[in-house]
């Protein structure tokens, strides 16, 4: 080894100590006593003691429902969800044999009604005509510095989006419009091609980039773009079409929309406030949350000799919830929602949709033990928290089982997530320059102690 190189290992050994320095100064005393909260009355999360979000704005998108008012008293309820008053329920029933409806979803979201046939296949006409991606921007941009995380990556292709825009800073409704449109027609192929080239790059797969078809749904161009033969089923699609449909908006809490109006509300451009959203979807405490629960579910098929024997799966749901198994953080992971007590209407439509796909890849096993550990894990966490609030299961308790039986690989399950709600952060984004103008802007209570400025020769 040269003179040259050990210097270079005794400068990087000094940068590491000197950061562990730095680190632990960080640390010190920097832990803000939870009593505070209490004493202040601060809505930590932005929620009262109960969980419940705390109200921060008006929406007309989207209603999320999981109790009903009986004598000035809430009482938990089965859960309900509207897209513009539209039960989502009755959308999902409502295509009457019409294999696909997210493109319609996507209209009544953003401009509050359902559209008739005519007006579908004007909007359909826009969308195809707004999905392509350049070759030049294939090459350039998605195939440049591939990452292993899809979000990352499509993050950085959306802000570079920016620079091919002519007005990207003009956030006039008609302009805003178009540009979100062209975002939601686009994010299918940055999230795929984006796949492709982190596989090829990466992994020394073969690329593959195929163009979507017109004609084809969201759902259909997605399969046919991710698989190698293009091929899929018409059940298949149809699964997927339902999961796009029930994660295209949640109400205007959630953080990632809620940034979509936080973002919004500073004046930016849509190209920034899109990519913060989907900073905020990447965290596994929002969009990652269905990977959580496929991770854990390869965790409990490993540990559980008989998966359809209830006592040894709730013994092993016990040690979850203990922190003696999986990942030691005490959640069964799919399982508790904010708004939703008695059920979650997405996680009722797709888990119907996941037992039909399920028979049709002979995975029933799996299912069965899905269903099993749902009909358990309400009650034990119930007992294992002491509460009295219902515990019901979430729509990414079997969104990521849909997946998986999709052959849609985990790398985009939370992109998948960010593909459907696209509409719904461009409804909010639209509805927050319509109606706002003011910047939101909470306040937070300083806890902290002024001090006198010390000259640096008296310091120690």
Not at 286 to 308: C, P, Q, R, T, Y
């Amino acid at each position: 080894m040269s003179e040259e190189e050990k210097m270079s290992l005794e400068d990087l050994g000094e940068l590491r100590q000197d950061m562990e320095r730095l680190e632990a100064e960080l640390l010190k005393g920097r832990r803000i006593n939870p009593n505070l909260y209490v004493e202040y009355d601060v809505k930590r999360g932005l929620r009262d003691s109960a969980g419940k979000g705390v109200l921060t704005g008006l929406t007309e998108i989207s209603d999320v429902s999981g109790y009903e008012l009986v004598g000035g008293r809430q009482i938990p309820a089965e859960g309900s969800l509207y897209y513009q008053g539209v039960n989502v329920r009755e959308i999902v029933a409502g295509l009457n044999g019409r294999r696909f409806g997210f493109e319609e979803t996507v209209y009544l979201l953003l401009f509050g009604r359902m559209p008739n046939q005519e007006e579908l296949e004007s909007f359909l006409n826009v969308l195809f005509a707004m999905q392509e991606l350049s070759g030049r921007f294939v090459r350039d941009v998605v195939m440049k510095a591939s990452s292993a995380n899809i979000m990352n990556a499509m993050q950085r292709c959306i802000l570079t989006l920016y620079t091919y825009d002519a007005d990207a800073e003009d956030i006039s409704v008609g302009n805003v419009l178009r540009q979100c449109l062209e975002l939601i027609a686009k994010l299918p192929l940055l999230a795929v091609y984006s796949y492709h080239s982190y596989r090829h790059f990466r992994k020394d797969d073969t690329l593959l980039i195929r163009n979507p078809q017109k004609g084809l749904s969201f759902a259909e161009n997605i399969l046919l773009m991710l698989r190698p033969d293009g091929k899929y089923t018409e059940l298949e699609a149809k699964v997927l079409d339902i999961a796009l449909i029930l994660h295209a908006e949640h109400g205007g809490g959630n953080n990632s929309t809620f940034t979509t109006h936080v973002v919004t509300s500073s004046g930016t451009d849509t190209y920034s406030s899109v990519a913060a959203s989907i900073g905020s979807l990447k965290g596994p405490r929002h969009g990652g949350a269905n990977l959580k629960v496929e991770n854990m579910f390869a965790d409990i098929k490993a540990h559980v000799s008989d998966w359809a024997d209830e006592e040894e799966v709730a013994a092993y749901l016990k040690k979850i919830l203990s922190k003696e198994a999986f990942d030691g953080s005490g959640l069964i992971y799919g399982m508790g929602h904010a708004v939703y007590t008695l059920s979650d209407p997405r996680e009722v439509i797709l888990k119907k949709f996941a037992q039909a796909l399920a028979e049709e890849k002979g995975r029933q096993a799996e299912f069965a033990l899905y269903e099993l550990t749902e009909s358990l894990a309400g009650r034990l966490v119930m007992e294992h928290r002491k509460l009295f609030k219902n515990v019901c299961a979430n729509v990414d308790f079997y969104s990521g089982f849909v997946y998986s039986m999709l052959g849609i690989p985990q790398e985009l399950f939370t992109p998948m997530f960010a593909i459907a709600r696209m509409p719904g952060w461009s409804a909010h984004r639209l509805e927050e320059l319509l109606n706002a103008g003011k910047i939101i802007r909470p306040a937070y209570k300083y806890v902290g102690t002024h001090t006198d400025f010390v000259p640096m020769e008296e310091r120690d």
